[in-house]
């Protein structure tokens, strides 16, 4: 009864005319954003960050999360339409969601996504109200050396399962800890690596890290995508309704999807594109249309797009209730609460219990908002992906020089922004991934706060770590994650390297034959 | 030994092994001057631990990875993709000028150069197009950020 009590609360902070303008904002631009093919979440979260400081916090996180499941749903139309991801968690859609639109289906496919993207987002919203106060109050017994073990295993989750592999993604978060030491320690009052600068003194700005990194380093890698592998299709967009057999079909894949999708967006590191991932291959082993997968089935787009947005709910259950977010996307969350001053952990239930009921609530709102919002505008969005994208990405660029300007009027950190923009697109050359570098930023204070207390109240034994249960065995679900992800990252650069024996040694064979 | 070759079985070229190294030898020069300067602010003791403490173990776990990484890196190819530099130019450009020209001309001559910047390398879009969304996009950041948004911004400034 309680939840009811508090859900309606929070609904009527999200029904209030500003909360809702916003919500409406945040989840209208990630959906722009987010159908721009190559630009994800991240790079929109980004660029809507430096307006949030001008807001309420719960108004605030409400439009950054708005502008989270848009984009993630809007991630979905390229999938569809062009078989371009918008957002990585949507290339599973492609895989029926393109041969659908090829089949003059888009419509449909279209229709279904928004559909199933509801359905997906309110189970997601559902698990969020019923499992946090459980967490959260479990969470209340936590220390100092049980909040270290969780942003360790937050860490190591993020890095080891990273598409680049455990070491390169370990080493990201290393080097997104080394640069959140920079500015004043604010233990001692020490200044740290400002290299004499006084701008760096209050550290760098989580904006300028994150439009640096997604915002230029994914434009730049976007421009020569777009001009290449863009290409038009001609699609019927005259059917858009379902029939009653593709109604039926999608209704179970909603549900399995949304339950994947819950379990995988609450585990830190695993994220959309896994719980897409998982939700797809269980629905391809239990449909009875099992031959029609990555040829047009309907369940196929159902299922991932789903678990999509039921994991994009859901992964604001460790990051508001423990303080410990599973992606980079989640990091910046939890930057734009403590700017606003807010730490989040299990007491934001008590002592913010407006703006964590109040995004719980805005769930439900941004939901209806995007369904109402996409069913009419398929059409608009479809135009959307026709405009050449030599015209967007300049106006990309000016709306991330005006976006990082705005935090301080201060030219210094565009020169900053830059900085990090060209470390981010050379990071993607180089196959490391930005994301468990900004988690590492997010988490570094965090981290090195905790580890400082408890080995003070340990007297400096650093066995409290391991000796205290929960603290021990989170750490030793650290260590299996890490001992996982090294063995994937060893196996993989052993198939690489035989596949490279076997082709040197089928082109010698060529060459002397 | 380790030995190391491209995929054909040649030796690689100097700049090739350069670009190979290039990321992980970033790493490694990061994670040192983190340790350094680690050390210099005082690693403290396990009860108190000091201000360079964090940055110092850090720079330690990363001086490792990175040394693994070199040695992963070596024998395989550097990079995966072929670098866009022309993009990236433009897009380094563009920054670069917005930097240089809002505090000295205001918002709308910054935004204007910007976009013209950015697009300057693209020749399917005619001069008179770039003119065009330059002028746009001036407008619309006048209009969206300081007019409806209020932020404290100079639309123009005496230069």
């Known amino acids: 009864m309680e939840i009811f009590a508090n859900f309606s609360a929070g ?103 928004s559909i ?50 455990a070491l390169r993604g370990i080493a990201m978060v290393m080097a997104g800890l080394m640069l959140s030491t920079v500015g004043i320690d604010l233990t001692t009052g020490d200044l740290r690596f400002t290299l004499g600068v006084p701008e760096l003194r209050d550290g760098v700005h989580l904006v300028i890290v994150a439009m640096g990194l997604f915002g230029v380093g994914e434009l730049i890698a976007s421009i020569k995508a777009n001009q290449s592998g863009r290409g038009r299709q001609e699609i019927d967009y005259t059917k858009f309704y379902p029939n009653r057999r593709e109604w039926r079909a999608s209704f ?108 719980v609530a805005s769930f439900l709102v941004g939901n209806i908002m995007l369904l109402v919002l996409n069913i009419p505008l398929i059409g608009m969005w479809v135009r ?13 660029i000016v709306l991330i020089c005006i976006g990082v300007y705005s935090l301080n009027n201060n030219v210094f950190d565009i020169w900053m922004t830059l900085l990090f923009g060209i470390a981010g697109y050379l990071m993607r050359l180089y196959r490391f991934e930005p994301a468990p570098l900004l988690i590492g930023f997010v988490l570094g204070p965090m981290m090195e706060e905790q580890l400082r207390r408890a080995l003070l109240l340990s007297r400096g034994d650093a066995m409290v770590f391991l000796e205290r249960p929960i603290s021990g065995g989170l750490l030793t679900v650290s260590a299996l994650i890490l001992a996982y992800g090294l063995w994937t990252t060893l196996r993989n650069s052993r198939r690489t390297k035989t596949t490279q024996t076997h082709n040197k040694t089928s082109s010698n064979t060529g060459a002397s034959s | 030994m380790m030995r190391i070759e491209l995929e054909n079985g040649h030796r690689p070229t100097l700049g090739q092994l350069v670009e190979r190294i290039a990321g992980a030898s970033v790493l490694l020069a990061l994670s040192i001057y983190f340790m350094v300067g680690g050390l210099d602010l005082g690693l403290g003791n396990p009860f108190r631990p000091g201000t360079g403490a964090f940055p110092f173990f850090s720079g330690l776990v990363l001086l490792a990875l990175a040394a693994a990484i070199l040695f992963q890196d070596l024998q395989c190819t550097g990079i995966t993709d072929r670098p866009d530099w022309v993009s990236f130019g433009a897009i380094v450009c563009a920054l670069s000028v917005f930097a240089l020209v809002t505090d000295r001309f205001g918002l709308l001559p910054a935004t204007f150069l910007t976009v013209l910047t950015a697009s300057a390398p693209d020749r399917s879009l005619p001069w008179w197009g770039k003119v065009l969304l330059g002028l746009f996009m001036a407008v619309l950041g006048y209009v969206l950020f ?14």
């Open chain 1, 11 to 113: 609904l009527l902070t999200v029904l209030q005319p500003q909360t809702l303008l916003y919500c409406f904002i945040g989840v209208f631009l990630g959906t722009f954003i987010g159908v721009l093919p190559g630009i994800g979440s991240m790079a929109a979260i980004a660029m809507i960050l430096p307006l949030s400081f001008y807001l309420e916090p719960t108004v605030a996180i409400v439009m950054i999360a708005g502008v989270y499941y848009g984009a993630e749903y809007g991630g979905s139309i390229a999938s569809i339409l062009m078989n371009i991801p918008g957002t990585p968690s949507s290339s599973i859609t492609c895989i029926d969601g393109y041969p659908m639109a090829r089949q003059g289906r888009a419509g449909v496919a279209l229709f279904i996504t």
């Open chain 1, 116 to 165: 199933a993207s509801f359905g997906g987002g309110i189970i997601g919203m559902v698990v969020m109200a019923v499992l946090s106060p459980g967490l959260a109050k479990l969470a209340l017994q936590f220390g100092p050396a049980e909040y270290f073990s969780v942003i360790f295993l937050g860490l190591i989750a993020a890095s080891a399962v990273s598409n680049g592999g």
């Open chain 1, 252 to 359: 179970g894949p909603i549900w399995r999807g949304g339950l994947i999708g819950s379990f995988f967006g609450a585990l830190p590191g695993t994220g959309q594109t896994v719980a897409s991932a998982v939700g797809y291959a269980v629905e391809k082993k239990v449909s009875k249309n099992k031959d029609q997968f990555g040829k047009g089935a309907v369940e196929g787009v159902a299922v991932p797009e789903s678990a999509n947005n039921s994991a994009t709910q859901t992964a604001f259950i460790p990051t508001l209730t423990l303080g410990v977010p599973g992606s980079a996307s989640m990091a910046m969350v939890i930057g734009a609460l403590m700017i606003h001053g807010i730490t989040p952990g299990p007491r934001i239930l008590t002592e913010h219990t407006e703006l964590f009921w109040g995004l």
């Open chain 1, 384 to 396: 959307l992906l026709q405009i050449p994208y030599k015209l967007m990405y300049p106006a990309i």
């Open chain 2, 146 to 159: 300081i007019e409806a948004l209020g932020l404290p911004f100079k639309a123009f400034r005496g230069g």
